[in-house]
C-alpha cells in the first residue's frame, strides 16, 4: 500500500518540525498567501456566504485527516432530532466517483456517494445529499425535503459559501500538530488564539490537545457483530468481542488514523495483526488473503464490503460508542437558539 505509507509518513512528519516538513515550508509559504488573499476576498465582500432558508451547523476541523468529523456528526445530529428538529445533512462525499449533487438512498453504493455519507444514512436514517458545492448540495436536500428544519455539513469549515450558524471544530490528540500550515503541517487555515464566533469546540481525544477550551468526547468500542448482522441492523454484541480475545485477528482500517482504531481493539484484549489502510479504502478487492478466519473492520470500511464477497473469512464490524456529553449539548443549543427563533420568527437564518 504505497499511498497508505505516504500518508503514514507524512502524518508522521507533521507531529514535529524535522527535515521533511522543513523541506515543505516554502510550499506553505504559498499557502498562506492564498489564504490571507481568500480572507481579504471575504473582507472585500467578493466572496461571501449565500443565504439559506434553514440554519446550518458546520462540524469540521482545522487539521488534515480524520479527527472524528463523522461520529460527531451523528452525535450533532441526533441531538437535534431529540429536541424535536428535523435535520438532514450535506458532505463533500470523499472518496466518490464524482462531483455532481446526489441524494444518498439506502441503496446508494459507497462508491457514488463516498463511504462517509454512506454511513451516515444508514446510521441516522436521514435525509443526506452530497456534493463538491456544499450549496448546491444544500439547496437541493431542502427542493426533495422541505420538512428538514436544520442542516448539519460534514465538514465544510473552509467552504466559504456555506452559511453556519453554528460551527463544531473538532480535535483529536494530535491537536494542531507541528502548528505550520500546509502541506509543511496539518493546518486547513492559521490556529486561532480564541474560540471564533458561534462555535463549540470538542476534543475526539482523552484531554484538550490545544489551549482552546472545550468539551471531551468519549468513545469506546460497542462490541462486534457478522458483516451480514450489520447489514441487516442487528446490534453489536460485547460478548462476541470477548470471544474474539482467544483468537488471533486481522484489524483493517481504511482511515486517515486507523492505530487508532488498532489501539481499541488491543485495549479490548484483542491479539492483532494490524492492516492500515489508506483513507476510504475502496475494497474494490479484498486486502487480506482467503484464507484469513477472522476480520475486524470499522463501520466506514463495512459499508463497502458484501457479505457474499468475503468467502469464508468471518469479517466483524465493530462500531464505536461516541458521546459528547451533556455539557456540549448544552452549548451547542445555546449557540443555535438564536438561529432557530429567527427562523420560526420568519426571519432570515444567514
Known amino acids: ?33 492564498l489564504w490571507r488573499l481568500r480572507r481579504l476576498l471575504l473582507a472585500a465582500g467578493v466572496l461571501r456566504a449565500e443565504p439559506l432558508p434553514v440554519p446550518v451547523v458546520v462540524v469540521g476541523n482545522l487539521i488534515a485527516g480524520g479527527a472524528g468529523k463523522t461520529p460527531t456528526v451523528i452525535a450533532v445530529a441526533s441531538l437535534l ?34 463511504d462517509e455519507p454512506r454511513l451516515l444514512k444508514r446510521r441516522l436514517g436521514l435525509p443526506v445529499v452530497v456534493g463538491r458545492d456544499r450549496v448546491a448540495a444544500a439547496r437541493e436536500l431542502l427542493r426533495r425535503h422541505p420538512g428538514v428544519d436544520v442542516l448539519v455539513s460534514d465538514d465544510g469549515l473552509q467552504h466559504a459559501r456555506l452559511p453556519r450558524a453554528a460551527q463544531v471544530l473538532v480535535f483529536d490528540e494530535r491537536g494542531a500538530g507541528n502548528g505550520w500550515l500546509l502541506p509543511a503541517g496539518p493546518l486547513r487555515e492559521p490556529m486561532p ?32 457483530v457478522p458483516l451480514a448482522d450489520w447489514w441487516a441492523g442487528r446490534p453489536p454484541s460485547p460478548d462476541a468481542l470477548r470471544d474474539l480475545a482467544g483468537r488471533r485477528v486481522l484489524a483493517a482500517a481504511g482511515m486517515a ?55 469464508a473469512t468471518r469479517v466483524w464490524v465493530a ?8 455539557a456540549f449539548e448544552a452549548q451547542l443549543l445555546a449557540v443555535l437558539r438564536p438561529a432557530m427563533t429567527r427562523r420560526l420568527d420568519g426571519h432570515p437564518t444567514a
Request: with cysteine; proline share 10%; aromatic share 6%.
Open 1 to 33: 500500500m504505497p499511498r497508505a505509507r505516504g500518508s503514514q509518513r507524512l502524518q508522521s512528519a507533521w507531529r514535529g518540525r524535522g527535515p521533511l516538513a522543513v523541506a515543505l515550508l516554502p510550499f506553505a509559504a504559498v499557502y498562506a498567501l
Open 81 to 114: 432530532r431529540r429536541h424535536g428538529h428535523r435535520p438532514g445533512i450535506v458532505s463533500r462525499g470523499y472518496g466518490r466517483s464524482g462531483d455532481d449533487v446526489l441524494e444518498v438512498l439506502a441503496d446508494t453504493p459507497a462508491a457514488q456517494c463516498g
Open 193 to 224: 488564539s480564541r474560540v471564533p464566533a458561534s462555535t463549540v469546540v470538542l476534543y475526539n481525544a482523552p484531554a484538550p490537545s490545544t489551549p482552546l477550551p472545550g468539551h471531551l468526547a468519549t468513545r469506546s468500542l460497542a462490541g462486534v
Open 257 to 311: 488514523h486507523p492505530e487508532r482504531f488498532f489501539d481499541m481493539l488491543q485495549a479490548c484484549g484483542l491479539t492483532l495483526q494490524r492492516l492500515p489502510l489508506e483513507d476510504h479504502h475502496d475494497y474494490a478487492t479484498l486486502p487480506w488473503d482467503a484464507a484469513t478466519q477472522d476480520v475486524v473492520v470499522t463501520e466506514k470500511d463495512a459499508v463497502k464490503l458484501d457479505p457474499r464477497a468475503v468467502g
Open 319 to 326: 462500531p464505536l460508542d461516541f458521546a459528547t456529553g451533556p
